[in-house]
């Protein structure tokens, strides 16, 4: 699936909050267009529940098989907060006291007069080895452990803690797209799209459709790391939408 | 993972569109909660590319460990629909011109004054064997075959799909949630909390955090299909809360 231009991503949100319907989770989408920010491409999304072994598995299902893996979810202070340990076992390592976090989170809550208390320091404890993500917004760090990145559920903190990180990425060619907007059905230019297309292999050519009161609506998205490309399957896309008797707009 | 009184159900997001960041996947949240309703819970998302592999891949991964699976995307009659041709092939099964669904097609467009294309008559096809599953929205049916059920992307499209299949499924037990709110951190009560969800294993207590101008905010959700270890639970966790001189409000 990857292509050897391609640096690619696996995320792995966990949180049953997301799988019981009662969060939407915000981390996905932030996380997609940021890592094509820095030319890597977010491949495949899996949202798993809070249990040890779905961590492992998924951890060790998909470390080998995408460039980075960045997980989402897990790594406060209470019972349901198992990530950095699960994450631990997946690579056969230990959960060690992690001092440098340990002595960020003493300073945060010295700061704030609240006491570093046992269910609190669970937060310093990362895999043996791991390198720290810096946490600017409540101090408990994330950790980085081979290619996989672990970062906090709440989606300020896992925006902060990805701003940290991303210097350490190594991206290729960042994604560029252009989206026409025309009134027509997919099923009226499905087979003239589907030319456009053969004729450009390095562009990836997206078709939604949506309905509104005054009828159908289609975004065509085009994207490709290929500028050139990409500028030449809009023209034709642009000027096909024209043949069909519409006006393409740009969105 | 499987509960033996537990019916699961996964789902497989296909769409280049959500993975780009471009779109917000809204058929998630949806099937939680849905499928939560006839007692099934949803256990594993995956979103992943409209890549043919990918979709073969995943199906086969998950079709034998869910009771159920749901994938969304990819059925309309644009080059890039994939899905039914992919799973037709994931089953080893011929893509076959379903006579119902193309006379259910041919109304459709015959009474928008619309004429039944070659791009059109695509969304015809399916597994050899499939069952459709009504669609009456914009009538191209989805379908079942074996436990996986395709349906369209276009969340308003993939509800009425869902509506038109729920009778199909056999549920479980309903989980029913409720929430505390309360004004503290999750360090403060994080002991206190494990200890309860020690004495109550038949419900699911999870801890989110947040922070608001007038300090942390938590929303403790207590889940469990079983209605009277939940209340005994709830009861104990506003105990506990009141404990730390804070009122507990129900959210």
Redesign the interface.
């Given at each position: 699936?990857t292509q050897p231009d391609t640096v690619t991503a696996c995320l792995i949100i966990i949180g049953?909050?997301?799988?019981?319907?009662?969060?939407?989770?915000a981390n996905?989408?932030?996380?997609?267009?940021a890592l094509?920010e820095v030319g890597v491409?977010?491949?495949?999304?899996?949202?798993?529940?809070?249990?040890e072994?779905?961590i492992i598995e998924t951890v060790n299902a998909v470390r080998p098989r995408f460039d980075y893996v960045f997980t989402t979810g897990g790594i406060?202070?209470?019972?349901?907060?198992i990530t950095a340990a699960s994450i631990a076992r997946a690579f056969g390592l230990d959960l060690v006291l992690d001092e440098e976090a340990r002595g960020r989170l003493d300073a945060a809550?010295r700061a704030r007069g609240?006491e570093l208390?046992?269910?609190?320091l669970?937060m310093a404890r990362v895999p043996r080895g791991a390198v720290l993500i810096d946490n600017p917004i409540?101090a408990a760090p994330g950790f980085q452990i081979g290619n996989v990145f672990v970062l906090a559920g709440?989606p300020s903190v896992a925006r902060a803690m990805f701003a940290s990180l991303r210097s350490r990425l190594a991206g290729a060619s960042p994604?560029v797209?252009r989206t026409i907007g025309c009134r027509l059905?997919?099923?009226?230019?499905?087979?003239a799209?589907?030319e456009i297309?053969d004729s450009a292999p390095a562009v990836?050519?997206?078709?939604?459709?949506?309905?509104t009161d005054q009828g159908p609506q289609l975004s065509l998205?085009l994207?490709s790391s290929d500028r050139g490309a990409l500028e030449r399957a809009f023209a034709e896309v642009a000027a096909m939408v024209r043949t069909f008797g519409n006006e393409p707009v740009e969105l």
């Open positions: 699936m049953n909050e997301i799988l019981s319907g009662r969060t939407q989770d996905a989408a932030f996380l997609a267009t094509n491409r977010l491949r495949e999304v899996r949202i798993i529940p809070d249990i072994a779905a406060g202070p209470t019972h349901d907060d809550y609240l208390n046992e269910a609190r669970r409540s709440v994604l797209s059905s997919e099923g009226q230019i499905a087979q799209l589907s297309q990836e050519i997206g078709s939604y459709p949506s309905w998205v994207a």
